[in-house]
């Protein structure tokens, strides 16, 4: 099979500046309502780390013709910025797409994620795959209030919430990820006040809710990717897929036509 060699810069359509940040479009076929940048960026990205690949050449897609292939190996690590954190010195390691602020407000969040059967967790840590996150820390913290993760103490995908508290719910066991497609859907209202809301869908069904306050007094942004810490010892090679990422005001925006699942 033959893997796009062309890096994910050179596939983008279109790009605008905010600071030293340079935001990206990536192809509608797979993401829409919002730009992306990668992380790490410039010297430390890795080609295999963030790749366009497209269902004739073999890659599993969920709708259409592509799908973004994520891979991470033990030391993929690098700087970034803004804030300029090394991730190296901090044992973290990644391949994520992160996109531009939003504030408060009634959004729809859509992904299909595929985990190939031979998918290797990265125990004893966990591995974040969607993140949203705020700007603002919470005393010393600024874990995200939302993340999506898994880890090998009998959770598949996780939802953690943060807000006010934390606790895991379980999306999907570890059989129901591998080798297959899955889609997920969240409906949020982004408030620091007690009416916000989140939803969430895995394969249409309504498997997660929670009121009350959803973020905190700052903006917040959308993350995903692979991420993971590496502390304890050599990491495996991880490979994820996402299609159809789509952010939008209204369900049909991010779910439009979207076949069902076989």
Not at 40 to 47: Q, T
Request: with cysteine; hydrophobic share 30%.
């Amino acid at each position: 099979m033959k893997i796009l060699r062309i890096l994910i810069i050179n596939f983008f359509v279109c790009s605008a500046v905010f600071g030293d940040i340079k935001y990206q479009s990536l192809p509608k076929d797979v993401v829409s309502g919002n730009k992306y940048y990668r992380i790490p960026d410039g010297s430390p990205f890795k080609e295999h780390g963030i790749q366009i690949v497209d269902k004739k050449d073999g890659y599993p897609v969920r709708a259409g013709e592509k799908s973004i292939r994520f891979e991470l190996r033990s030391g993929d690590c690098g700087k970034y910025k803004p804030p300029g954190r090394d991730d190296c010195k901090h044992y973290a390691e990644r391949h994520e797409f992160h996109g531009k602020d939003f504030s408060k407000g009634n959004y729809w969040y859509a992904w299909s994620i595929y985990f190939p059967k031979d998918y290797k967790i990265a125990d004893p840590n966990r591995t974040i795959i969607v993140q949203i996150k705020n700007r603002k820390k919470f005393g010393e913290s600024q874990v995200p209030p939302w993340y999506f993760t898994n880890f090998n103490n009998g959770y598949g995908i996780v939802n953690t919430v943060r807000v006010p508290g934390g606790h895991a719910t379980q999306l999907l066991t570890k059989e129901q990820i591998l080798g297959q497609w899955n889609d997920i859907l969240l409906n949020a209202k982004w408030t620091n006040k007690e009416n916000g809301f989140l939803k969430v869908w895995v394969n249409n069904k309504l498997t997660y809710e929670y009121t009350g306050p959803t973020k905190r007094d700052d903006n917040m942004y959308f993350k995903f990717g692979i991420y993971r810490f590496s502390v304890f010892k050599e990491m495996p090679t991880q490979v994820i897929y996402f299609d159809e990422v789509r952010i939008g005001k209204t369900k049909e925006k991010v779910v439009g036509k979207l076949p069902p699942l076989n």
